[in-house]
Structures are given as C-alpha cells and as structure tokens.
C-alpha cells in the first residue's frame, strides 16, 4: 500500500509545498513541533534512510541543506534541528525544526496554525530558497 507521502507526491492528497524537483520534495508537516516545521520526502519510496543508495542519500542531504537555510531565513530561531525518524510513516523523511528551545525536538509539543498561516509560512520559505 502507498505511503501517505507518496499520496501526497502523487497529488492525490494536498499539502503546503515549498519545493519539489525530480527526486525530492519539501512541504510543511501537518502537525508541526514548531512554526516552520518541514519534511523532505524522497519521491522514490524506501522504508528506512540508510537502506537510500548513498548518492541518493546524500542528494537528499543537500536538498535537505538547500531547504533548511531557506528556513533558517524565513523562520527566527536559534538554528535548525535535524531528525529522522520514521515510526509513525515509513518513507523516507528529513524533518528540519526551527529551534528555539529542546523540547521542539520532542515531538511532545505542538503548534497549532491555520490553513492561511500555513501557506503563507510555505511561501516566504519557499521565496527564501537561493
Ligand atoms: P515520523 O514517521 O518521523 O515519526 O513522523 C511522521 C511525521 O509526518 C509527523 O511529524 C506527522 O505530523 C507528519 N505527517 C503525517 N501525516 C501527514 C500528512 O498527511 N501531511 C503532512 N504534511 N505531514 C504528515
């Protein structure tokens, strides 16, 4: 059965999009643990990161990069967290979490946005991408 993500990579769910290109895409998650909370999902579906071909592993490393100085822009925070995880949807994904303080990296503590916040967010990041 497909992923949610590859419902999403296929247009059949929406989601707020900041980029996508051949291999990877990056849109905001849906329940995020801080403003700007972003996963970057390869298009290809493999369950788990470091079973990824390293050159695709590491292309989406600078993808991931590409996407978190954007974010790093767009987002006043101390820096940009990194997590892979991958227990609740089993396809590849980068979360990158604008930090402030370490219990956004919890996953225990969430931010509520509405549907206007949530485009916009994904715009200026997007806006912000060199
Ligand atoms: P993990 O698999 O790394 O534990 O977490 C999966 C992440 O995907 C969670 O942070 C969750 O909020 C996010 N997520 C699950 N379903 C959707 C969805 O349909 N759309 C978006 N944008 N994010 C989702």
Not at 44 to 54: A, G, L, V, Y
Not at 89 to 96: E, K, M, R
Not at 115 to 128: G, H, Q, R, S, Y
Request: glycine content about 2%.
């Amino acid at each position: 059965m497909p992923s949610i993500f590859t419902h999403i990579i296929n247009k059949e769910i929406p989601c707020y999009k900041i980029v996508e290109n051949d291999l990877f895409i990056a849109f905001l998650d849906i329940n995020p643990n801080a403003k700007g909370h972003t996963l970057c999902v390869p298009k290809q579906e493999i369950n788990k990161i470091f079973d990824m071909p390293e050159k695709r592993y590491l292309d989406l490393m600078k993808f991931s990069r590409e996407v978190a100085v954007a974010l790093e822009k767009t987002v006043p925070c101390k820096r940009i967290g990194m997590s892979v995880i991958g227990l609740e949807v089993p396809h590849v994904h980068v979360h990158l979490i604008p930090l402030n303080d370490m219990k956004q990296m919890t996953f225990q503590h969430k931010v509520s946005q509405s549907d206007t916040e949530f485009k916009a967010l994904a715009k200026k990041i997007a806006n912000n991408l060199i």
